[in-house]
């Protein structure tokens, strides 16, 4: 799909496709999708009510356009309670269908900082009604993320403190190595159900301690060996 914005060709004008800067480098990162992995650490998976024990993982999506570089986190209409949630972000460089754990890794291009910014009212309302979670999770602006740093130059995070702080609090703290489901696994099995592509974003899951943001406060999270992210909320 080549973005071809001749007048001839398209009946209106399309967008941009989203992007990432990638550090070290003036080219950028283009975002095909992004899939995210629900309660991936077990103390999360406690607070919010479920059983820690390592049950399959499951996936939802947030769509590329809602990722917010470089800028404010406006808080979003429809909701009284909208939740950080840091997590590892992997950008793939490779796609593929039913890729072994084994090669997994040599699917990835690099890794960054993200928020899965949630409105937990929505959310909590879709999960009682057995209603999809899109309002509550795929809202504009609600993927914050970094820079990609290529594996090149980190190599493959898999253990290190991920924590968030607000106003200069930790909120949540956790390390990589608690993640119950590993980027190998999380990329083997997603391409199981999906035809994986360059280009796709996995967020991985959030460490414990999730809670509201109000405007006016300032989130700087960090995933050891990665970089950090800060994101004001307005
Ligand atoms: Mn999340």
């Not at 917010?68 to 950008?91: A, I, K």
């Not at 490779?94 to 959310?123: C, N």
Request: with cysteine.
């Amino acid at each position: 799909m080549s973005t071809n914005k001749s007048a001839d060709t398209y009946v209106i004008e399309p967008l941009d496709n989203p992007t990432l800067p990638v550090r070290g480098s003036d080219k950028l990162f283009p975002v095909h999708r992004i899939y995210c992995i629900g309660r991936n650490y077990a103390a999360h998976a406690v607070e919010m009510g479920h059983d820690p024990d390592k049950e399959p993982p499951f996936f939802f999506q947030k769509n590329p356009d809602n990722l917010l570089v470089g800028q404010d986190f406006p808080y979003p209409p429809e909701s009284t309670d909208v939740h950080y949630e840091l997590e590892m972000v992997v950008g793939l460089a490779k796609g593929g269908k039913s890729i072994p754990i084994e090669t997994a890794l040599d699917h990835v291009f690099g890794y960054g900082v993200g928020l899965d910014m949630t409105r937990r009212d929505l959310q909590n309302e879709a999960k009682k009604q057995g209603r999809p979670w899109e309002v509550g999770k795929a809202f504009e602006q609600s993927a914050p993320c970094s820079e990609l740093i290529p594996v090149s130059a980190i190599g493959h995070p898999d253990q290190g403190a991920v924590w968030l702080k607000v106003n200069g609090e930790v909120r949540q703290e956790g390390d990589l190595n608690q993640m119950l489901w590993k980027t190998a696994e999380q990329i083997s099995i997603l391409s199981r159900f999906f035809e994986l592509q360059p280009g796709d974003l996995i967020m991985t899951g959030t460490p414990s301690g999730v809670g509201p943001v109000k405007r006016g406060d300032k989130l700087e999270g960090h995933v050891a060996g990665v970089c950090n992210l800060k994101v004001n909320v307005i």
